[in-house]
């Protein structure tokens, strides 16, 4: 079945650090690839995504390529701010029927100091 | 757009006791998933719902969890009985049809079992 490793943590960096957490994935087919983030008392919000490989995803200075020689989705910052501290879940979603469902990885806490 | 709406958001019972959460999707979103989220885990489906048939509820504890998804819309999921290491944040999310379309979280219920 399908499933996600992600980089354990927690993670620890001061401001403007530069940041990598590392997701590798098994699945058969061409899954897509999400990085999640769940901010201290709030849901699981989508943070970015990548549909086919080689595809790059990006948002609010993040950003993961989907390599499929590697099978892996991993997320970087150039530089992180204290307002990034929150749980990071790498997951991924199958293309049809039951194998849409997401499976998510461990999860990584980020703590940015200022 | 209303997000997706779950309720209660905390619940605290004792062990060999019932409970029900309650959720209610995004309009329009046919697919429907209940996740349970322990403590320092990734959340974990329990059952996905495509309209109001059930597409995958292969990891969903039967002999004590249920589910169903009224008119194919709102959906409740029940625990009875229930036991300590249930204890978790459940989790309700959306999504439309199609490959890497992204799901949509509710804030999920938080049930202690004691």
């Known amino acids: 079945g399908n499933s996600v490793t992600q980089m354990e943590g927690p993670v620890t960096l001061s401001e403007e650090a530069f940041l990598t957490i590392n997701c590798t994935y098994t699945?058969?087919?061409?899954?897509?690839l999400f990085w999640y983030v769940q901010y201290p008392g709030e849901g699981l919000q989508l943070l970015l995504k990548?549909?086919?490989?080689?595809d790059k995803g990006s948002n609010k200075g993040f950003e993961a390529t989907y390599r499929k020689e590697t099978t892996s989705f991993h997320l970087e910052k150039g530089s992180v701010q204290v307002s990034d501290s929150a749980v990071y879940f790498c997951a991924l979603a199958g293309s049809s029927g039951s194998a849409r469902q997401l499976t998510f990885g461990s999860g990584t806490q980020l703590t940015v100091l200022p | 757009e209303a997000g997706v709406a779950q309720s209660p958001r905390y619940k605290i019972i004792e062990k060999r006791q019932s409970v029900a959460f309650w959720c209610n999707p995004i309009s329009g979103h046919a697919t429907l998933y209940w996740y349970q989220q322990i403590l320092g885990q990734g959340p974990k489906l329990l059952i996905q719902f495509q309209n109001n048939g059930v597409v995958d509820d292969s990891q969903l504890p039967k002999d004590r969890f249920s589910a169903e998804r009224l008119k194919g819309v709102d959906s409740t999921l029940k625990i009875q009985p229930a036991k300590l290491e249930d204890s978790a944040v459940y989790l309700c999310?959306?999504?439309?049809?199609?490959?890497?379309?992204?799901?949509?979280f509710g804030q999920g219920t938080r049930l202690t079992v004691v």
């Open positions: 990548a549909t086919k490989a080689d």
């Open positions: 999310a959306s999504s439309l049809e199609g490959v890497g379309t992204e799901a949509f």
């Open positions: 699945a058969t087919g061409y899954p897509s």
